[in-house]
């Protein structure tokens, strides 16, 4: 038993080894790799249809929450037709007016289906009254499914109003402004960059015989080049599955956490696993 013991500690001793081993190397690659910090993603954030802009409503490095106003079309003719829809389809005036049309019509016909069965009317006379009665509850039905329309154009007017605002798709920062209030923009021409900076994303250029030594999920520790400094944690989130072969590197991209947006993208760092 104690035998056993002494084996189970000299393979744990000789497993660690092997970790510790494993990561020396690649450290010593990692100390002559070139390492960026860098935006999680970079949003060039353009118009959806073409328009003069009324407001513009951020600036350079400015911070923007997701669905925050960045900028906005003209849009006075798209509010006024949302505000005449909605007024359609809040509205039962057209409704009530059918619905007494054919309350009306049905009692016709109910005093001419009697006077029918008395043999005091004609049955043209009773015809009429039933055609005129089928109408009214037709045009009732109408004015229903008018305003049952009226209802959805309000949610399609809403959303082609939605199209002429442009807001920010993510927590962000504004690196740049294009265009600003007054001037024509389209789809074609973004209005404002954003870059999103939490979480940053590390980019490490490793040599090609370190490539069976990092994978997915492997924590490291960057340090920003000073003025920034400090040690922070990072995990591997994926590496390139081919090597460049001019180079002989490949690309490794880290998740680096960045809650208080204190570390700017931009800067060379360096990493030790």
Known sequence: MANMRRSLVALLAFAGLGSATHADELNDYAKHASCLISANNTYKLSAAVAGTLSRVAVKRADKVVKGQVVAELESAVEQAQLDAAIARAATDVAIRLKTAVAVAAEAKLARQQKLVNLKVTTDQSFEEAQAQAAVARAEVEQAEIDRDLAK???????????????????????????????????????????????????????????YVLVSAGMIAHVTPQEPIGGVYEAEVISKDPQIDAASGLFLVQLRLPNPDRKIPAGIRCSVQF
Do not use: C, Q
């Open 152 to 210: 959805l154009d309000v949610n399609r007017l809403r959303a082609t109003l939605e199209r002429r605002i442009l807001r920010a798709p993510v927590d962000a920062v504004v690196t740049d402004v294009m265009l600003h209030e007054g001037e024509f923009a389209d789809p074609a021409n973004a209005v404002a960059s954003i870059i999103e900076i939490e979480p940053l994303k590390v980019e490490l250029y490793l040599s090609a015989s370190s």
